[in-house]
């Protein structure tokens, strides 16, 4: 079955690069038409994407965060890895990584348990 | 950008229908996908493409979408169905989530 689990840091201070791994497992990023994307949430509010990669190595970005933010992949590790420079405190919250598929015509049906980060000096 | 709007709350009866509202210009032009999160939880996907649902998602969960406004409606709630619910669309190639609705069950 599909998992993925989010790894990073839990605590970063102002300024900082945050660095996530999502790790994955039953399923393929080389497959064509897969991806993984990033979507966090702050404490009490709703989702927000912010990137998405796909099998072909195409890489998606949300346009307010698009300069702080990079994300990879690694087939042979089975990872995706996002990084997003100069944190703030707003940025605090819950990151999530999740599995994209065509069959569900763009959904996201498989998420990770979520990693929390703190912005705090 | 594209903005997608759902009401903060809707209160339900037990046994009764519940029905979450999203509201977006020309939704009924893309796909919706409907999403539950329980406090402490990740999201769960309950809808995808407007109205067809997972594997291992109850019949009592159902889609529309049509002209501004896509309904996800719960018959039978339950105090289970107790969450927060968002909806999801892809405009062009960026994701974008309404704000979420409380639904309580009581």
């Not at chain 2, 999801?88 to 009581?106: I, M, P, S």
Request: charged share 15%; aromatic share 8%; with cysteine.
């Amino acid at each position: 079955q599909i998992t993925l689990k989010e790894s990073g840091p839990t605590l970063v201070k102002p300024t900082q690069t945050l660095t996530l791994t999502c790790t994955f497992s039953g399923f393929s990023l080389s497959a064509s038409g897969v991806s993984v994307g990033w979507i966090r949430q702050s404490p009490g509010k709703s989702l927000e994407w912010l990137a998405l990669v796909y099998w072909s190595d195409d890489k998606r970005y949300s346009p307010s965060l698009e300069s702080r933010l990079t994300i990879t992949k690694d087939i042979s590790k089975n990872e995706v890895v996002l990084m997003m420079t100069n944190m703030d405190p707003v940025d605090t919250g819950t990151y999530y990584c999740a599995h994209r598929s065509p069959e569900t015509a763009g959904a996201m049906d498989y998420w990770g348990q979520g990693a929390l980060v703190t912005v705090s000096s | 950008s594209y903005e997608l709007t759902q009401p903060l709350s809707v209160s339900v009866a037990p046994g009764q229908t519940a029905r979450i509202t999203c509201g977006g210009n020309d939704l009924g032009s893309k796909n919706v996908h409907w999403y539950q999160q329980k406090p402490g939880q990740a999201p769960v996907l309950v809808i995808y493409k407007d109205s067809k649902r997972p594997s291992g998602i109850p019949e009592r969960f159902s889609g529309s979408n049509s002209g501004n406004t896509a309904t996800l409606t719960i018959s039978s709630a339950q105090a289970g169905d107790e969450a927060a619910y968002f909806c999801q669309v892809w405009d062009v190639t960026t994701a974008v989530f309404g704000g979420g609705t409380k639904l309580t069950v009581l």
